[in-house]
C-alpha cells in the first residue's frame, strides 16, 4: 500500500525470493493434488465415457445429467475407484506422473508467478489511473510463456497419467516421435493447453484481486491474510476451471491418443485442429462429453489454487519481513 494513500510502506520481494516461495507452493500442491488429477485424466482419457447413443437430449438435459453422473462418479472414485487401483496397480500409482509433475511444476512456476508479480508491479507504474485490467494483461502474458516452456513435460505426464506406463516405455515412444515428427512433435497439445490455461490465468486473476481486495476491506485490513488468500484462490479457481474445462478435455483426448495410437501402430489423422477434436466429442458423447471429468477437476482445482496462491503470498510475506529487519538494521 502507497504510504500517501493512507496505508504502510510496502517492503519490495525480490524475484529470488518470489521464485523461491513459488516453489515451495509448487512442491506441496502437486504432493497434495496428484491423485485427484490422476483420477480426473483417467476419466477424460476414455473414449465413451457417459455416452448416450440412441438418446436425443439437448445441450442442457445432456450437461445436467452429466452433473449427476459426475456427482455419483465422486463417490464412486473416492470410495471404489482409488481402492481399486491401489489394488491392482499399487500406492504408488495415485501419483502416476509426480516426477515430471515436480519437474515441470518448479520452472512453470517460478516463470508464471515471477512474470505475474513483475509484470503488475510495471503496468501498475505505467498506468496509475486505471488499474483493472492490469491482472488480465499480466496473467495471459506470464501464462502463455509458461505453457509454452513446460508443454513438453505436460505431454509426458499426461500420458503417464492416463494409464500405467514405465518410464522405459516412455523413453521409447518420445524418443520415435521425435525421430519421425521432429522436436514440434513433443509440443502437441500445445493450442488447447493454451486456449485452456491462457483464459483461466485470465479469468482466475482478475477474480482474484477482486476477491481479495474485497474481503480485505470487510476485514479492515491492508494486506491479505493466509485464510483470506485461500479463500480467494479457491473461489476464483473454481470459476476459471468450469468455464475453462472443455479445452482441457481435448487437450487430454489430443495427448493420450498419440500414444493410443503408437501402442496399436496405427496412423494417427493429421492436422486434427481443437475445433475438429470438439466436434467429434460432440457427436459421440453429446455436450456432455466436453465436461467429462468436471467434479473431479473442481475438486483438483478448487485446493490446487487455494494452496498454491496462499503458501506463495506466505512465502512472499515471511520474505517482507526478512527484509524489513535487514532495512532497520541499516
Not at 6 to 21: D, E, R, W
Not at 116 to 125: G, K, M, P, S
Not at 177 to 188: F, H, P, Q
Request: hydrophobic share 45%; aromatic share 12%; glycine share 6%.
Amino acid at each position: 500500500m502507497d504510504p500517501e494513500a493512507g496505508g504502510p510502506q510496502v517492503i519490495k520481494v525480490t524475484p529470488l525470493q518470489q521464485m523461491l516461495a513459488s516453489c515451495t507452493g509448487a512442491i506441496l500442491t502437486s504432493l497434495m493434488v496428484t491423485p485427484l488429477d490422476v483420477v480426473k485424466i483417467r476419466l477424460q482419457a476414455q473414449n465413451s465415457p457417459f455416452s448416450k447413443e440412441g438418446l436425443s437430449l439437448s445441450p442442457m438435459t445432456h450437461l445436467l445429467s452429466l452433473l449427476c453422473c459426475e456427482a455419483h462418479l465422486v463417490n464412486f472414485s473416492f470410495q471404489d475407484a482409488f481402492l481399486k487401483i491401489i489394488r491392482n496397480e499399487g500406492m504408488k500409482s495415485l501419483w502416476s506422473g509426480l516426477p515430471p509433475t515436480l519437474v515441470m511444476a518448479v520452472p512453470a512456476t517460478v516463470i508464471y508467478f515471477t512474470c505475474y508479480d513483475q509484470l503488475t508491479d510495471l503496468l501498475r507504474c505505467k498506468f496509475r489511473e486505471n488499474q483493472s485490467h492490469i491482472p488480465i494483461v499480466a496473467g495471459i502474458v506470464a501464462r502463455f510463456g509458461a505453457v509454452t516452456v513446460i508443454s513438453p513435460l505436460e505431454l509426458i505426464r499426461t500420458n503417464m497419467q492416463s494409464k500405467k506406463f514405465s518410464y522405459k516405455e516412455l523413453h521409447q515412444f518420445v524418443s520415435k516421435r521425435v525421430s519421425e515428427d521432429g522436436w514440434i512433435s513433443l509440443w502437441r497439445g500445445w493450442a488447447p493447453t493454451v486456449l485452456r490455461d491462457v483464459p483461466f490465468s485470465a479469468m482466475y486473476w482478475y477474480n482474484y484481486e477482486v476477491l481479495k481486495k474485497w474481503l480485505c476491506e470487510k476485514s479492515g485490513l491492508y494486506e491479505p491474510t493466509f485464510m483470506i488468500s485461500f479463500t480467494s484462490g479457491a473461489l476464483s479457481g473454481s470459476f476459471a476451471a468450469v468455464a475453462t474445462l472443455p479445452f482441457d478435455v481435448v487437450k487430454t483426448q489430443k495427448q493420450t491418443q498419440l500414444w493410443m495410437y503408437e501402442s496399436h501402430k496405427i496412423s494417427m489423422p493429421l492436422h486434427l485442429s481443437t475445433w475438429a477434436i470438439m466436434k467429434n466429442i460432440v457427436a459421440k458423447n453429446g455436450f456432455s462429453g466436453l465436461f467429462t471429468g468436471l467434479i473431479p477437476r473442481l475438486i483438483k482445482i478448487a485446493p490446487a489454487c487455494a494452496i498454491m496462491i496462499s503458501t506463495y503470498e506466505f512465502g512472499k510475506a515471511f520474505f517482507q519481513k526478512q527484509n524489513a529487519q535487514k532495512q532497520q538494521y541499516q
